[in-house]
């Protein structure tokens, strides 16, 4: 398999404190991945590095499939980032942010700045100076500079903050649209599980410094989504024929009249309803869910979860 | 390395500063003319020669445009890094030497051709101010004039050189605060040494500053490097 983004024992140390320990990202051709972490658990120190603005204290980064050297500059050319706060000249207007941003890169297609102001839905606001922007309009901004050259791999570090709901929506379409049409990479971080969940095809969680999980949504969703609802009055007498009658093992009580079954390859839904009615256990409610992985996540977060 | 000169010219518009030289050129022609009649009228130790002349024009137009120099820096390489502008530029793919060399060089460039336009315009005026209201007695012979230019030339090197010196300390700190008040600190110790009444700074003193200048910088654009971008 060849990553465009991987990393191994990617270590950062900042005057004593250790930022980052031995991280191995791994990111596929094509795909969006979302690194999650709560505040200050090091995912803007990874974009930092990868973007070579940092300087690894330890271990390799390799971008395109080659190692990653102080002073090489190859690569730069194929990342589109946004990383941090949006910064830009602020005398300029944004237009000139972005034609500066195209001189730089040795971008010479001066129709991809309308394209991109389009895109991001800031066309009228174009000749206005940097300086008069939002927090969120500058956040759209950055976007544009980080798409404008249409990069092969795209780093967003907390693409999302800063936007109200419909900025919200069209950044996710956005996302999506251009790694279907463009086949871009897409790094993105966030510490809002649902909104990576939304888009993202692999998800890497960070917790001080550590990544300690990646996963692939297709595999998550199918080993955690799925599972049974059951609201009953007689909770004792459902969970005993549960796991006597049913030989059912995987289950959880929520409350005092809910009971979760996750074991779902056995029994099908009708069977278990008609094994409790026969027994005498009336079923106020029962459901299939699909769960959104906030407990699992909330569990690697949070540092309960096994790891 | 020209289209980065050029790049850095559209960021970083220098009409105000063009407009600041030319207001700061006639008010030193002013100032070395009415201290040339001065002396010429009242008789002290100083005998108004043309080298009097244009030695303290050297010395005001230096100066002068070490200090703007430490402004354009300042404003061009350090106010990036305080502004956070370098996450950005640092991220394109340019080596980071390269952009500030070119930052560095367009800076230069402009307070050396600076420095030698100055000196030849104070100058010029000067000598045609002459013919008006005498204060020179003595003529104007071809050897002063190519002696002067040949000084003109290397103190407008050697200047150039000891201005980088602010841009280091200021780098080491990240403050544009630090490169101007070091400017003034080193301008004005340099001149506490001088050669007499025009205020030349001694050879020694100002090649001293150039070699200190020129291994700073190189010293912190190798450090630019390495360095991480907070």
């Known amino acids: 398999m060849t990553y465009v983004v991987s990393t191994s024992r990617l270590s950062k140390n900042l005057s004593g404190n250790n930022i980052l320990s031995d991280v191995n990202l791994h990111i596929k051709k094509g795909e969006i991945y979302g690194l999650l972490g709560l505040n200050g658990a090091g995912k803007t120190s990874v974009m930092k590095l990868l973007t070579g603005l940092w300087k690894p204290t330890e271990g390799v980064i390799e971008l395109f499939g080659e190692r ?7 690569s730069k050319k194929r990342i589109g980032s946004l990383i941090d706060y949006p910064i830009f000249y602020e005398k300029l207007t944004a237009r000139e942010n972005l034609e500066l941003h195209c001189a730089y890169m040795g971008y010479h297609d001066h129709r991809s700045i309308d394209e991109a102001l389009a895109l991001v839905g800031l066309t009228v606001e174009g000749a206005k100076t940097v300086k008069s922007y939002s927090l969120g309009m500058k956040q759209r901004l950055g976007l544009a500079r980080a798409i404008l050259t249409r990069p092969e791999l795209l780093l967003l570090d907390e693409p999302i903050n800063g936007l109200d709901p419909v900025g919200l929506k069209n950044m996710r379409n956005l996302i999506s649209a251009l790694s279907k049409e463009y086949g871009m990479t897409v790094f993105l971080t966030s510490h809002l599980l649902r909104e990576l ?22 595999n998550i969703q199918r080993d955690w989504t799925e599972y049974i609802e059951l609201v009953t009055k007689d909770v004792v007498k459902a969970v005993s024929i549960l796991s006597n009658k049913l030989e059912m093992c995987n289950f959880k009580l929520i409350n005092e009249s809910t009971i979760r079954i996750y074991d779902l390859s056995l029994p099908q839904p009708e069977k278990i309803v008609r094994t409790l009615i026969l027994n005498g256990v009336d079923i106020g409610e029962i459901r299939r869910k699909n769960q959104t992985l906030e407990d699992y996540f909330l569990n690697l977060l949070q540092g309960s979860g096994n790891t | 390395m020209i289209s980065l000169i050029k790049l850095e010219l559209k960021k970083f518009k220098l009409n105000g500063y063009f407009l600041c030289v030319i207001v700061s050129n006639l008010v030193m022609t002013v100032l070395v003319w009415m201290m040339m009649l001065q002396w010429s ?13 244009f030695d303290l024009t050297r010395s005001m137009v230096n100066f002068t445009f070490v200090i703007f ?30 952009l500030l060399i070119s930052k560095l060089a367009l800076i230069s460039l402009v307070t050396f051709v600076i420095i030698i336009i100055s000196n030849l315009f104070i100058n010029l005026v000067l000598i045609g101010l002459n ?4 204060f020179v007695k003595e003529p104007l012979t071809s050897p002063i004039i190519s002696n002067q230019v040949v000084e003109i030339l290397i103190h407008a090197v050697l200047k150039t050189m000891s201005s980088w010196i602010p841009l280091v300390l200021g780098m080491l700190r990240k403050s544009p605060t630090t490169t101007i008040v070091s400017v003034f600190i080193i301008e004005f110790t340099s001149i506490s040494m001088n ?14 500053l150039a070699v200190i200048g020129a291994v700073g910088a190189y010293w912190m654009i190798y450090k630019a490097e390495r360095e991480d971008i907070l």
Do not use: W
Request: net charge positive.
């Open chain 1, 68 to 74: 990653l050297i102080t002073g090489d500059c190859k």
């Open chain 1, 197 to 218: 969940e939304l888009i993202a095809n692999t998800i890497g969680v960070i917790r001080e410094g550590k990544l300690i999980r990646e996963v692939a949504m297709e």
């Open chain 2, 41 to 53: 009228v009242e008789n002290t130790y100083i005998h108004p020669t043309y080298n009097v002349a």
């Open chain 2, 69 to 98: 120099a430490a402004i354009l820096m300042a404003r061009i390489i350090v106010g990036e890094y305080v502004n956070k502008t370098t996450s950005v530029l640092f991220t394109y793919p340019i080596r980071r030497q390269k």
């Open chain 2, 131 to 134: 013919v008006k209201y005498d």
């Open chain 2, 195 to 208: 050669n007499g009444p025009t205020y030349t700074v001694t050879p020694a003193v100002e090649m001293t």
